[in-house]
């Protein structure tokens, strides 16, 4: 029932009112465009806009999100994820910004584990140990994507199905990945895979985040508060050694909000170790927001919800200008992550939650990062 509302020009508004309530039906906006070839394989780039013109940028290839564009508190949007706008700077450049990793994200300790009283032998990518999965890992292939649309939400649905030995892992995986923008800002994003065999899986989503929208300055300014009172020790070569520290009266200790700038300036051996944070912490989940970034001139904030156990922060230690993001070179702590995930190495470590995967007992887990601004 529409009130009647006299315009100043006389005209009865709730006709106008009516078609702008038929007008709110129209569906979120999904775009899709050729954005390259990868290995003779076409490149997508896919756009998902709300209504409030929040757009979420991804590619089939390594499910990688390119662009997440969200406004300031005077309404300017940014891209807030650290992304290129050419494919080629991809394979050639990118630490993974935005990128599906898996199927076991972060290191694993001498690219082999046991399972079941079988050795198995990985792709070593990072010196004797595996990064990310492997040489040949999900950031690296064409996944097959679906949309879905409803009104108030719109989704990518990607599936890659990772083949026995695929990276020196057991069993053929089906791996799935959503992305879904809905009205509220929120990137939401469900994992859920099964296996015919005993396998490992620990997947995340690599976002480097800098909410300036540029590489004009680094994400020294950002502030974090964490839901997180222990954090792993690191070795040299990132390795966890087993122990996780408490946070308390360190430059880890993000339970009270503090500016990131805090531990790059840090003299903590496990920061000097890292040259800054690239630390897998432990969740209390005292809360359902377990993070809130923030940036203060822009106002920009994301806060994040997980299933996960735990989240790595890198702050971009190893960007070192070799590259450009529209225009601008990307040095040393142009972006920070919040990789949610299973703590790394845990084969080798009891303590650690288990990232076993067997037949008969999918994975599922999800991550939602919510776009929001504050005022100063
Ligand atoms: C560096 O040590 C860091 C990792 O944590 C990060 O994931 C990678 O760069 C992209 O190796």
Excluded at 7 to 33: C, N, T, V
Excluded at 49 to 55: L, P
Excluded at 354 to 366: A, C, D, K, N, V
């Amino acid at each position: 029932m529409f009130i009647k509302i006299r315009h100043s020009a006389g005209r009865d508004l709730s006709d106008l009112l009516k078609r702008f309530k038929e007008e709110e039906a129209i569906d979120m906006k999904i775009e899709q465009q050729t954005f390259g070839t990868f290995e003779g394989q076409e490149v997508i780039q896919y756009h998902l806009t709300n209504q409030s013109g929040m757009t979420l940028s991804a590619l089939n290839y390594g499910a990688v999100v390119t662009a997440i564009r969200v406004p300031d508190r005077e309404g300017h949007f940014k891209n807030v994820a650290l992304g290129f706008d050419k494919f080629a700077d991809y394979p050639a450049f990118s630490p993974y910004f935005g990128a599906a990793v898996g199927r076991v994200a972060g290191r694993i300790d001498g690219a082999s584990f046991k399972l079941n009283g079988k050795k198995y032998t990985l792709s070593a990518n990072e010196g004797m140990n595996q990064l990310h999965g492997g040489k040949d890992n999900f950031s690296k292939k064409i996944w097959q994507v679906e949309t879905a649309q409803q009104a108030d939400q719109a989704s990518l649905i990607f599936t890659y199905v990772s083949p026995a030995g695929e990276n020196g892992y057991p069993g053929n995986l089906h791996a799935c990945i959503r992305y879904t923008l809905n009205e509220q800002n929120e990137w939401r994003i469900t994992y859920s895979a099964d296996t015919d065999a005993p396998t490992l899986y620990n997947p995340t989503n690599h976002i480097y985040f800098n909410l300036t929208g540029s590489q004009e300055r680094s994400v020294a300014g950002h502030e974090l508060q964490l839901d997180s009172s222990r954090y792993a020790v690191l070795r040299r070569d990132s390795i966890p050694t087993g122990e996780l520290r408490s946070v308390g009266g360190t430059v880890f200790d993000f339970r009270e909000a503090r500016v990131i700038a805090d531990g790059l300036v840090s003299d903590d051996p496990q920061i000097r170790l890292m040259g800054g944070y690239d630390h897998p912490f432990v969740l209390d989940h005292s809360s359902r927001v377990v993070a809130v970034l923030y940036e203060p001139l822009s106002g920009r904030k994301v806060e994040m919800e997980t299933s996960e156990p735990a989240v790595v922060i890198y702050s971009g230690n190893k960007l070192d200008g070799s590259f450009s993001i529209d225009g601008i070179p990307a040095e040393a702590y142009g972006g920070i992550t919040l990789e949610t995930q299973h703590l790394p190495d845990a084969v080798h470590h009891e303590a650690f939650e288990s990232i076993e995967l067997r037949p008969g007992r999918p994975f599922s887990s999800t991550t939602v990062f919510r776009f929001t601004t504050a005022e100063k």
